[in-house]
């Protein structure tokens, strides 16, 4: 016998032998593991999904860090042309519009990663001795030609809308980009906002943001819609609850070790490995349904149960790690590949599909221990009440 058939059948020996013991070992490893789930990132940035030394990128990069600053946030100020409110703002040269610019404009600006923010108001203070001009004083720096011209670059011809502008210096760093995009949208709300305006996000950093809620939520969808079916589907094939849950089991704790992984190592999730979970689970149920239909086979020619798990892990076990070889193989390949993207994916899909072999071999066996001892102590205790009823 070769040796992995030997060391095949020494661990399913064991799991045989111990089977609450490795399955609490395995729970708690899991538990422990786990506590890296939080700490996994999403890479909504483009530039992470770029290879660092394209020339275009670096030259770029140079040109941000030395007179374009980081990353733009488009702040837009609309009025309501249309309201109804005597009192309610009709036009960007409102005193009250002026006054909630400037206070946002000051409140973003000490805001952590931000280089600068300039708006209409600036100009305002420049050419009105450092005043904010009332709607009156505003119609009467229009006429001069200049000033019209200048104030027509921060505000559109009907005046119903304006903007402020913000650089940043948030890089690729996602946690800070996050970070700032919720402080600019508590400034808007903390900065006394007038009724009758809204104002609209816009800008690389804000784009990335909704990127990266996408990509929760495109994972999430995917693990649980994947999840759900993969359960159906195994109910339909065993017709029993417990058998179809043990093989779902093991992807769990497959896709919960995947994700302790990427949170410990920090292996950030992004729009291609989004759905690496869901992939992980699809690969590692066939591993999981093959032993346990090896296992069924074995128990349905009379074996015990220890001997069915034994000679199931070391006949399936074999075929399983080849199949999980020529797998990882093919996603090894994506390693090579020049985008970070696809690399990433490969990755995470190889410590997916490893540990989905993993814990079929070492977990599922004492899984089916446990079951069946658990099942013959439920039919026993039903088989003494019928004997206690009958009597």
Do not use: C
């Not at 708690?28 to 506590?35: A, K, M």
């Not at 206070?103 to 990663?113: C, R, Y």
């Not at 809204?198 to 990127?211: H, K, N, W």
């Not at 020529?326 to 990433?344: N, S, Y």
Request: hydrophobic residues 45%; aromatic residues 8%; glycine residues 6%.
């Amino acid at each position: 016998m070769s040796i992995y058939k030997k060391t095949l059948r020494k661990t399913a020996h064991f799991q045989t032998h111990h089977p609450y013991f490795t399955i609490l070992a395995l729970a708690v490893l899991t538990i422990l593991i786990s506590t890296g789930i939080p700490n996994v990132k999403t890479v909504a940035s483009l530039e992470k999904m770029m290879p660092e030394d394209m020339e275009e990128i670096k030259y770029f990069n140079v040109l941000r860090d030395n007179f374009l600053g980081k990353d733009m946030i488009g702040i837009v100020i609309d009025v309501d042309m249309e309201s109804q409110n005597e009192k309610g703002i009709f036009s960007v040269k409102d005193k009250r519009v002026l006054e909630y610019i400037e206070n946002l404009k000051e409140q973003i600006s000490q805001e952590d990663d931000v280089i600068e923010a300039f708006a209409v108001t600036d100009a305002l203070r420049k050419i009105n001795d450092n005043q904010l001009p009332d709607e009156q004083a505003f119609d009467a720096l229009l006429k001069n030609k200049e000033t019209a011209n200048l104030l027509r670059n921060y505000i559109n011809d009907d005046f119903s809308t304006t903007y402020i502008i913000v650089n940043t210096d948030v890089g690729r760093d996602d946690r800070r980009l996050n970070n700032l995009a919720e402080a600019i949208k508590e400034d808007i709300e903390d900065a006394g906002r007038p009724p009758g305006i809204s104002i609209r996000l816009a800008g690389v950093p804000l784009i990335q943001q909704e990127l990266s809620k996408m990509i929760k939520s495109s994972m999430l969808n995917s693990l649980w819609s994947s999840i759900l079916l993969v359960f159906l589907i195994t109910y339909l094939l065993y017709r029993s609850f417990v058998s179809s849950f043990l093989p779902l089991i093991v992807v769990l704790i497959s896709v919960t070790w995947l994700y302790g992984t990427m949170g410990y190592f920090n292996l950030g999730i992004s729009t291609l490995a989004g759905g690496v979970a869901a992939i992980v689970i699809g690969v590692g149920i066939d591993y999981a349904i093959h032993l346990m239909n090896r296992y069924k086979y074995e128990r349905k020619q009379g074996k015990k149960t220890e001997e069915a798990v034994e000679e199931a892990v070391v006949s399936t076990g074999t075929a399983l790690i080849a199949t999980a070889g020529t797998t990882l193989a093919a996603f090894f390949a994506f390693l090579f590949g020049a985008m970070p993207e696809m690399g990433r994916f490969g990755t995470l899909m190889i410590i997916g599909i490893s540990y989905s072999l993993v814990f079929t071999i070492i977990g599922l066996p004492a899984m089916l221990i446990a079951e069946e001892k658990i099942v013959t102590i439920y039919k026993n205790k039903i088989q003494e009440q019928k004997i206690l009823v009958g009597n």
